[in-house]
Every structure is written in C-alpha cells, then in structure tokens.
C-alpha cells in the first residue's frame, strides 16, 4: 500500500534539513574570566565545625521537623551577622509549613549572583548533603562580608527540596527579572567523599539546558581548585535521550525551565550518596574546602565580568567541542516525519478506493491504546486513595523512593490491569465469539501508519527531540505494516523501531543507576506526579498501544506466510474513455491486418 516514488520524494526536505543542521553547528560560549584566588577565603576546616555544630543541635533535620526550623533560625542569624539583609519567607505546601531564608547584600548594580542550598534533610544526620551545603551557605556569607561588590550576592536556602523542590521553584518566582540574574549556582552533597558522576549539572525539567558559558566557567573554577572540570560531557546519543525525556533531580531542574541560567555543583554526582555514607566521618574537609573555594571562584569571575555569561541556544547538543542548536534538531525531526505521514495518508486514500475497511481498523487500533490509558488511570486512582506513594511535582532522587514491596505491588496492579483490558478489547472475549478479519489486511497497516504519523505530529510540538526519537519507530512499523515484503523482514524492522526506547531506557538505568524494575517504578512516580507532562504521557500510551498493533499484524502475515499483493479486487476502470480505448477493448476487425496513417487500410 505504499508508492515507492511518492515516499522516496518526500525525503528531499529531510536531506536539505539535515544540510542547514550540518551547517548550523557553532563554537561553544566562551567563559568569563577568573577571579581572584579564594584559598584563603573559604576555611575547610571551619565550615566543617559548623557542620557539627548543625549536627550537634539538629541531627534531625527532616521536612516540617524543629530541627529543620532551628536550622533556619541559625543560617538567618548568621546572615545578618555577617552585613545580609535577611528574609524570611514562611509559606505552605500540603498542610506543612516552610521557610525559606534569604539574604541580600546589595552591590553597585541590579544585577545578581544567587547562591542556593537546600536545608531539608533527606536523611539523618546527612551531614555530607544538606548540613554541609547549609554551613557552606554560612562559610560563604563569612567571607564576603569584608568585600565590596559589583553585583548584588543572594544567599538563598531553600525548603522543600525533598518535596520536589517547591522552595527552589518559590524563590524563581520571586527573582524578579530573570535577565538580571547573572547566574544561579546550586550547592549540593558538597561534604561528599567521592562523586558518582559529574560534579556539574545542567539538565531540566523540560527540553531547555543550563547556560554553556556559565557551565564553562564554573569547569574553570572546579579546575583551578579540585584539578577536574567538572567531568565529561554526555554523547550526544545520549544528550538526545535525555532531551527526549527530560528528567533533573535537583534544584536547577526546575529553575532552568524559568529562565534562569542555572547549575548545580554536586559533590557527590547527580545523585545523593547513599544513606550509609551521610554521616559526619564520612565528611572530606580537604575536598569539601576546595568546593567552597570552587564556589566562591564562580562568584568572584561572575561579579567581575561586565555581563552575564553567553548562554547559547536554550536546547542544543553538544558535538565534538561544538554545539547542535536545538532548532536544527527540531527542523530534521519534522523533515523525517513529512515521508512516513505522506505516504501513509497516500496509503489511506489508496485503501478507501479500493473500499478496504479502515474505520473498523482504527477502532480496533483504539482499542489496543485503551488498556495503557487504563493502567494510567488506575496509578493515578491508587496515589488518590493513598495506596502509591504521591510523586511531587519535580522529580526526586531515585534514592528518595526507593522499590520496596509497595511500590513493587502497586507496578503489579497496573500491568495486570494493562493486560486485562487488552485480553478484553483485542481478543473474542466481548466479541461472542464472532471472528474478526485478519489483522494481515491492507486496511489495519493504513490505520496503524496514520495514527502513528499523527502521534509523532503531536510530539512534536510538544517536545521535537521526543517526536525525533519517534521518527525510527515510525518508518520501521509503518514499513511493517504496509509494504509488500516478508515475513521475517516484517518482524526485523518492528524490533528495530523499539531501538529508541531502549536506548532511552538505558540511559536513565545508567545515569541514574536504576534497574529495570527500578527504572518501571520510576516511569511511574514521573506519570503519576505529572513530572513527565501529561501530554507526553498519553503519547507515551499511544505508542505503546500502536506497538501492540504492529506486532499483532507482523503475527498476522507470519502466519498466512505470504506477503498480500497490493492490488485487491478487479483492476479500476480507465479514467477517460475515447476511441483508443473503444478500439483496444473490441480489438482489431475482421479481415483487416492493421491500419495506416489517416485511417486506410494497410
């Protein structure tokens, strides 16, 4: 069902998009120069004391405990002891109180560097994560109060981050003009031993990236001090994972996709230390001293340059040293996307005039995505009658909720409803037994085709790199379903559009260091917290439902084991009748052997 000449046209703009993105790639931005040497600024050993001093007087620090306000109490003293105007910001979230802490010490312009921290405790004592990230809040404020400034310091520490950081997303609201936030440095697990991963985080919560001239110049800071930049940059397949599903534990997750230029500089890597190796022994003070010192270098090369790092594209992907703006990879996506969705609609109108049933079909595809919406429905019943746990609205540390035997059987129920409803819709079973065509017809690959093609239009606009990671699956299955070939090459190509998905999964398995089951969970608590969107959810769905349908019509064709002809049903008259046709159709006359110029006989 499918014209080879119309789908090999309809690549033309694909190889011209892919021209202008060859063509569109760039230097990185430049970073702003270092400051002064911060060595005998920030004190290692003395921020360490206040580690335990935080310790000593609030070991448990966790959400909505008087640990977690005494801390506040100390940092807000602290603050305005050292010449900071303080705020303190009391609000709610879900019945608790929390308390954000601010301090501003104005400089000679509007302009502003932001320090964040979260306060709230993930764990007890956690002195490597939030004890020291508090104390290095206070270290800073120490050594800047003896300093005159170019531009406005704002110390922030932030409540909630365990709840999704609703601290962090209250303090982007209330920046004000977010062109005059030179840059936001988010400190994090800074008293860890080791790093699990890079030491600077740049991702978001959408398909938006932090800052590359303020990534480069805190790699500046990082190397000057701790003898590494921050760790290597990620492939660019796997940048393109992870731009597909945007997921950022972390601060400067949900700081990011407000405009601000932010990053993170975790101690530790992405991820959080494991709670074992929270406690005060496990606390480096020479490492954690050359963090601070990293930190207070970005804040001294920031307040001496005339202007805010260069920011560069808000999405792009970084490719031997140079960068892929996101735009680029958008128009490719939608230049890929044109042949699948030409040739399908072809194939469609192809179907109904030769009057194979398509309506039916695409019933019968709606049918297969049903039983993933209800498995959606159903986690999202469970988290409302509290039998799964309520995912906030940013993603968390994996290590925050963890597997356990709950959370396994609440992944149990949704997939036993899934396959419920699909044995319900798509067999006999609601049917009485009355038999339904075969799925090798003409008409369900018209369906499938089209409906996925109009899925990968959707994801488009909601997010090009995921509608780019749909572009294989697209042309895979949809060669499948409707091109004329064998069995066996039917049943290659639909395992290998299921190549992106796995190659995403396999991502967030590594940076995130999950399982497969661990990562299921995952998908779960981003579903029901609405973290992934739920626009991309239902496009989720979908696909997951039109890749059922391919393999039941791969399935199909294995079993009448020949490829169907792609003519059905006598051949359509001629379009025009005129006397060249009257002519063939009643053959030459009788007793005469041709005919010659003029109508004579020869």
């Known amino acids: 069902m499918i014209e080879p000449r119309l789908y090999r046209a309809a690549f033309l703009p694909a190889l011209l998009a892919v021209v202008v993105a060859a063509f569109s790639l760039e230097n990185r931005p430049r970073p702003v120069p270092q400051g002064l040497a911060a060595d005998v600024l920030f004190d290692g050993t003395s921020a360490s004391s206040t580690v335990n001093a935080i310790l000593q007087d609030a070991s448990d620090r966790r959400l909505g405990t008087p640990g977690d306000a005494r801390t506040a109490a100390r940092i807000a003293s602290a603050f305005h002891r ?217 804040v001294s090369a920031l307040d001496a340059s005339p202007s805010r790092p260069a920011h560069g594209p808000s999405s792009y992907v970084t490719v031997a040293g140079s960068v892929l703006p996101g735009w680029a990879l958008a128009l490719v996506a939608a230049a890929l996307i044109l042949p699948a969705l030409t040739a399908s609609i072809d194939g469609l109108a192809r179907a109904s005039r030769r009057r194979q049933p398509v309506t039916r079909w695409l019933v019968w595809l709606g049918a297969g995505v049903l039983p993933f919406v209800a498995g959606l429905g159903l986690a999202e019943l469970l988290v409302m009658v509290g039998l799964a746990k309520d995912a906030p609205p940013a993603p968390l540390d994996p290590g925050a909720a963890p597997l356990d035997g709950r959370a396994t059987a609440n992944l149990g129920a949704v997939a036993l409803v899934v396959v419920l409803a699909w044995l319900l819709m798509r067999t006999s079973v609601l049917r009485r037994g009355r038999p339904r065509p075969s799925a090798s017809a003409p008409g369900a690959g018209c369906a499938v085709a089209v409906a996925l093609s109009l899925v990968a239009v959707v994801a488009w606009f909601l997010n090009p790199f995921l509608a780019l990671a749909l572009v294989l699956p697209l042309h895979c299955w949809m060669l499948a379903t409707m091109a004329d070939i064998r069995p066996s090459a039917r049943a290659w190509l639909a395992l290998i559009g299921v190549l992106p998905a796995f190659a995403i999964a396999a991502t967030y398995m590594h940076e995130l260091s999950l399982g497969p089951v661990d990562f299921a969970w995952y998908l779960f608590l981003l579903g029901t917290g609405g973290q992934a969107g739920l626009g991309s959810t239902l496009v989720g769905c979908a696909v997951l439902g039109i890749f059922g349908s391919v393999v039941a019509i791969v399935v199909a064709h294995m079993r009448s084991g020949t490829p169907k002809p792609e003519r059905v049903g006598p051949p359509p008259p001629p379009a025009a009748v005129g006397p060249a046709t009257r002519l063939e159709r009643a053959g030459p006359r009788p007793g005469r052997s041709g005919w010659s110029v003029g109508g004579r006989a020869s």
Request: charged letters at 20%.
């Open 82 to 298: 050292y010449g900071f105007t303080v705020t303190t910001d009391r609000f709610g979230d879900e019945g608790q109180q929390l308390v954000n802490v601010v301090g501003r010490r104005p400089g000679l312009s509007r302009e502003e560097i932001v320090l964040v921290a979260s306060r709230d405790a993930a764990s007890v004592p956690d002195a490597t994560g939030s004890a020291a990230d508090s104390a290095a809040l206070i270290e800073v404020a120490r050594t800047l109060s003896g300093r005159a400034a170019n531009k406005t310091i704002v110390l922030a520490s932030v409540d909630g981050g365990t709840r999704g950081e609703v601290g962090a997303t209250r303090l982007a609201g209330q920046l004000g003009d977010t062109s005059l936030v030179s840059g936001v440095v988010v400190l994090s697990n800074t008293g860890a031993a080791r790093s699990r991963g890079p030491l600077l985080v740049d991702w978001s919560n959408d398909p938006t990236r932090g800052s590359l001239g303020l990534r480069r110049t805190a790699a500046d800071s990082l190397r000057n001090e701790l003898g590494i930049d921050g760790g290597p940059e990620a492939t660019p397949a796997a940048q393109l994972a992870r731009l597909a599903l945007p997921v950022a534990p972390g601060a400067q997750g949900v700081l990011i996709p407000q405009g601000l230029p932010a990053i993170r500089l975790s101690g530790s890597g992405e991820l959080a230390p494991p709670p074992g190796r929270r406690r005060s022994r496990d606390l480096n003070t020479d490492r954690y001293g050359a963090i601070g010192r990293a930190t207070l270098r970005i």
